[in-house]
């Protein structure tokens, strides 16, 4: 692969948040080679023209694609077909209603060149909230967390002292493209945590929260950490062999009747 990072955006009915999303892309200047591809998912509200717009002015960093299949698919496919198009040593995702803080590029690829050792790259974001009124409210989210490599991965998510969102992290593309994504609820939170449980170390820097503006108010998904929504049995098995593995006696899971991944810190 060569030297590089590709962004994924699976695009799907964001008219109102696009052209903030790529405009944050541009701003993203640096010494890094980066690409974005925005994977339209059959938008129907304009989304479509504002991002082919983008590609027309701007070809050397966007790639708009157009699936194949009619109708709305979902943000996995949408992400998987980005990951088989990326040809570069590293990528990231971001939704189509949040943005890409300026630097972040930069920061993580040249950390993950510097160390090898390390199979990604994450810190901080900000969220970006409405009152009912319509203020705005942005609330910076630092991993707290004094752990660069939390090689107790359970402890980090379960316990909430290291907040890391999904998109503000840097991969490696290669073992990305060995996992994909999954149809299934939570997709986002599925991946990350089947990455970092399969591909440790992970580096957490909680010196800067620039990554990512995560804005709340456009997003239907929830936290990654929730771990309570998730919805499919492998991730119960996960974590459990990832308690056998590092000897973590402070939690307990197991499945409810409804299939939820459940639970209970030990005293």
């Known amino acids: 692969m060569e030297k590089g990072f590709t962004l994924v955006i699976p695009l799907y009915n964001k008219v109102n948040a696009i052209s903030s999303t790529l405009d944050s892309v541009l701003n993203n200047h640096g010494g890094y080679p980066f690409k974005c591809i925005?994977?339209?998912d059959d938008s129907t509200?304009?989304?479509s023209e504002i991002a082919m717009e983008y590609d027309t002015n701007y070809p050397d960093i966007?790639?708009?694609?157009?699936?194949k299949h009619r109708g709305h698919k979902g943000p996995a496919y949408a992400r998987n077909l980005g990951i088989k198009l990326a040809d570069t040593e590293y990528i990231g995702f971001l939704d189509a209603d949040d943005e890409l803080c300026s630097g972040f590029i930069d920061r993580g690829c040249n950390f993950l060149d510097e160390y090898p050792e390390y199979n990604s790259y994450s810190n901080g974001h900000t969220i970006h909230s409405k009152d009912i009124d319509g203020s705005d409210h942005y609330f910076t989210v630092y991993t707290n967390t004094d752990k660069c490599v939390f090689n107790d991965f359970i402890d980090a998510i379960v316990s909430g002292y290291c907040n890391v969102h999904f998109c503000a992290t840097i991969y490696k593309t290669e073992l990305v493209k060995q996992i994909l994504f999954g149809d299934v609820f939570c997709e986002d939170s599925v991946f990350?945590?089947?990455?970092?449980y399969k591909f440790l170390p992970v580096y957490i820097d909680n010196s800067t929260a620039e990554s990512i503006i995560f804005n709340e108010f456009n997003s239907e998904s929830r936290e990654w950490n929730t771990i309570n929504t998730y919805?499919?049995?492998?991730q119960l098995e996960i974590l459990l062999s990832f308690k056998n593995k590092s000897k973590c006696d402070k939690y307990d899971f197991w499945l409810d009747e409804n299939n939820n991944?459940?639970?209970q810190i030990l005293k």
Do not use: A
Request: charge should be positive.
């Open 62 to 67: 966007f790639m708009y694609i157009k699936k």
């Open 45 to 47: 509200d304009g989304s």
């Open 192 to 196: 990350k945590l089947e990455y970092c």
């Open 38 to 40: 925005i994977v339209d």
């Open 231 to 234: 919805k499919t049995i492998w």
């Open 261 to 263: 991944v459940i639970f």
